[in-house]
């Protein structure tokens, strides 16, 4: 069973940086598709960035190239979300989540449209990112 642990969340204010982390656990992430995925209050859920383990490709939303940027360890196993000048709008709770393959349409990298919960084989509990000032 794949359970996936997230952290690094925390109440910062504007202009800070911050580095999410996303641990499996019971099973490694194989060749499947790892995502961070968002939601702000009153808000649906928004895909934000991805990543391939096997090569290593990463993928972002419109929104989120430039200020995000996904990493991975493979020795530990780990995905890192780093997201830098922290804005109000960044406030949200961010998952980890992992699908067989790319959960919405991407092109060179860059994805668009929307996202459904059942894309995803397994998802983590979440880890709470608040930009204040």
């Known amino acids: 069973e794949v359970q996936l642990v997230e952290s690094g969340g925390a109440s910062v204010q504007p202009g800070e940086t911050l580095r999410l982390s996303c641990v499996p656990s019971?099973?490694?992430?194989?060749?499947?598709?790892v995502s961070w995925v968002r939601q702000a209050p009153g808000k649906g859920l928004e895909w934000v960035s991805g990543?391939?383990?096997?090569?290593?490709?990463?993928y972002y939303a419109d929104s989120t190239v430039g200020r995000f940027t996904i990493s991975i360890d493979n020795a530990k196993s780990t995905v890192y979300l780093q997201i830098s000048d922290l804005k109000s709008e960044d406030t949200a709770l961010y998952y980890c989540?992992?699908?067989?393959?790319?959960?919405?349409?991407?092109?060179?990298?860059?994805?668009?449209?929307?996202?459904?919960?059942?894309?995803?084989?397994?998802w983590g509990r979440g880890t709470q990112v608040t930009v204040s000032s």
């Open positions: 990543i391939h383990p096997p090569g290593g490709m990463q």
């Open positions: 989540a992992v699908s067989r393959r790319l959960p919405l349409y991407c092109d060179g990298g860059i994805c668009r449209g929307e996202i459904q919960r059942s894309s995803f084989d397994f």
């Open positions: 019971g099973f490694p992430f194989g060749n499947k598709f």
